[in-house]
């Protein structure tokens, strides 16, 4: 079985691995045939028909060429009965979700779903039901799914490598196939977020203070002012509704003025470094809230941009001119941007989570920085960029910690990055050892033939390719 098929049960929680009773109910019809018995639990082979569609008809959305074949059909059969495999170790070493959690990352998947819809109605018109409808029919395969993953999550964390596994795993790579390395950087940065210009701040607090108005004196509803006015892209087509988060992390002015509240409670307006809040309270478990609130933040062109110029040029000298003044302290001390300040303003790769960076794999505004830059050390002139989370314009300066030329793979400059290849081959082999073993622990009935298995009776999926259609 091709490897990368293992992993589809973990990309496609919501959505794709359709509740089997659910599609049974609504769709009768479909029910045509049982193809596995996992203790008590059945697989209807309309689940893996329809499983194998909505994959191909995400991939489709993603821009990507993927076709039915009798491999994929038989990769998500398999997948479907490790899960059930997987549920059934759950249940032996106890590990549950609350249903906390799961309305807690549901709330947060439909949020992300509506942000890709554009707006609550588009993901409705999506999935021909109401956004409750959808929480509903869904909710107990995603507790199923986080509990799956959790259970997964626990033996990979167990598994570890050691540095002459490392060596060996290496060794093992004839020298005429070992990569090409492109050249890669180590950055650090210090970020400054132009201030508000005083009338352009006064005019945003006033406005809000006159929306808070509107809801407490004259009844206005706070998602019927999100929706109109909220400067919060992620939110305001929802009434500003956020999903149950931890106060932690939230920032701590939105925290503070929202735990203070009773739920239906409506705050003060709240400065926060992404503008002015109203945000009204809806319910408090433990330390976690779900919140509705109106953001009116202040344009870019009504900033202060020259002052985020003259502060880092004046950090910049600072650090220049005296060899006592570490960047990574003026970074911790100064920096304004959550993610890279308390790490001494060290960048890493968002999606490997790495150090060192491949020049392609910079964003356009820092590539363009690091073109400029010609030794280790080097610290660039203020630079303006978009601070992707928060959304807003600001400017920073940027050193160059180290640089590596473009080389062929050694363990001497690459040795983290091979390590996590060769764990990453580990983890494999132990968890396709593990699933074996698991499954020899419950009891695993084919009704169709399979490759590789015992043939009872060959059954394709005639409804596969039909499914896809509607998909093209």
């Excluded at 919501?14 to 596995?36: E, R, S, Y």
């Excluded at 398999?78 to 899960?83: G, L, T």
Aim: aromatic residues 6%; without cysteine.
């Amino acid at each position: 079985m091709n490897k990368n098929y293992l992993v589809l049960p973990l990309l496609f929680i919501f959505g794709v691995l359709t509740n089997q009773k659910t599609l049974a109910q609504q769709n009768p019809q479909l029910a045509d045939q049982i193809v596995a018995h996992v203790n008590e639990n059945i697989i209807l082979k309309s689940e893996i028909d329809q499983s194998v569609a909505d994959y191909i008809r995400q991939a489709q959305v993603s821009g990507e060429n993927v076709e039915f074949s009798k491999d994929l059909w038989y990769a998500f059969l398999e997948s479907a009965i490790d899960n059930y495999v997987l549920l059934e170790k759950a249940q032996i070493d106890s590990i549950t979700v609350s249903d906390d959690e799961v309305n807690a990352r549901m709330d947060l998947r439909m949020q992300q779903l509506v942000q890709q819809a554009g707006s609550e109605r588009a993901l409705e018109q999506a999935f021909g039901k109401s956004i409750i409808q959808i929480k509903a029919d869904f909710r107990e395969q995603f507790r199923e799914q986080m509990i799956t993953s959790m259970v997964r999550q626990q033996k990979i964390q167990s598994i570890e490598i050691t540095r002459p596994e490392v060596n060996e795993f290496f060794e093992s790579i004839p020298t005429d196939s070992l990569p090409t390395i492109p050249e890669q950087v180590a950055l650090s940065q210090i970020v400054i977020i132009p201030p508000a210009k005083k009338d352009a701040e006064k005019a945003a607090l006033e406005f809000a203070q006159q929306l808070r108005d509107s809801i407490m004196t004259h009844g206005k509803s706070i998602e019927e002012l999100a929706r109109r006015y909220s400067d919060d892209p992620g939110s305001a087509q929802n009434g500003g509704k956020l999903p149950m988060m931890g106060l932690s992390e939230l920032v701590p002015e939105y925290s503070a003025a929202a735990s203070a509240l009773k739920p239906g409670g409506i705050s003060k307006v709240v400065k926060t470094q992404f503008g002015y809040h109203i945000i009204r309270l809806n319910e408090r478990v433990g330390d976690q809230i779900s919140t509705n609130h109106i953001l009116i933040s202040i344009e870019d062109d009504q900033v202060d941009e020259q002052y985020a110029i003259d502060r880092l040029n004046t950090l910049r000298d600072s650090i220049l001119a005296n060899p006592d003044v570490k960047f990574a302290d003026i970074a911790r001390k100064f920096s304004e941007d959550p993610n890279t300040a308390n790490l001494g303003g060290k960048v890493f790769d968002p999606q490997s989570g790495e150090r060192l960076i491949a020049l392609n794999r910079l964003d356009p505004s820092m590539y363009r920085i690091v073109l400029l830059m010609d030794e280790e050390g080097a610290i660039s002139e203020p630079k303006p960029f978009t601070l992707q989370r928060q959304n807003k314009k600001a400017y920073r300066i940027v050193r160059l910690d180290r640089q590596i030329p473009e080389h062929i793979a050694n363990l001497k400059q690459d040795y983290e990055r091979i390590k996590n290849i060769a764990l990453q081959q580990k983890q494999y082999e132990i968890m396709d050892k593990w699933m074996k073993e698991l499954r020899e622990t419950v009891y695993v009935e084919y009704t169709i033939k399979v490759p590789g298995k015992e043939e009872i009776e060959e059954v394709m999926p005639e409804a596969v390719p039909a499914a896809t259609e509607g998909a093209q």
